[in-house]
Nanobody, 118 residues
């Protein structure tokens, strides 16, 4: 079993920055994909949107709405993925979820709230 634990969410004013972290623990052989999704207020689980993703040795991908403001990074030695969020906007307000594919199985974190005030 694999557990993902997220941290770093909170309340910030527009224009501010936050850094999210997500660490995997448990039976980990290899982590193929790491990524961050978000679920905006009033949206259902099925409407979560990809914010940023990165595969082993691959280039990161970003949603158009966050390009140039967010950066994803991974530390393979620590089984950790980060999301640096700069120039935050009120529309970035959401619950942010970490997702990892470990040995071809998908795992999700519990979510961390990010609230951006105007």
């Amino acid at each position: 079993q694999v557990q993902l634990v997220e941290s770093g969410g909170g309340l910030v004013q527009a224009g501010g920055s936050l850094r999210l972290s997500c660490t995997a623990s448990g039976s980990i052989a290899s982590i193929n994909e790491m990524g961050w999704y978000r679920q905006a207020p009033g949206k259902q689980r099925e409407q979560r949107e990809l914010v940023a993703g990165i595969t082993t040795g691959g280039r990161p991908v970003y949603a158009n709405s966050v390009k140039g403001r967010f950066a994803i990074d991974r530390d393979n030695a620590k089984n950790t993925v980060y999301l640096q969020m700069n120039s935050l906007k009120p529309e970035d307000t959401a619950v942010y979820y970490c997702r990892m594919v470990v040995s071809s199985r998908e795992y999700w974190g519990q979510g961390t709230q990010v609230t951006v005030s105007s």
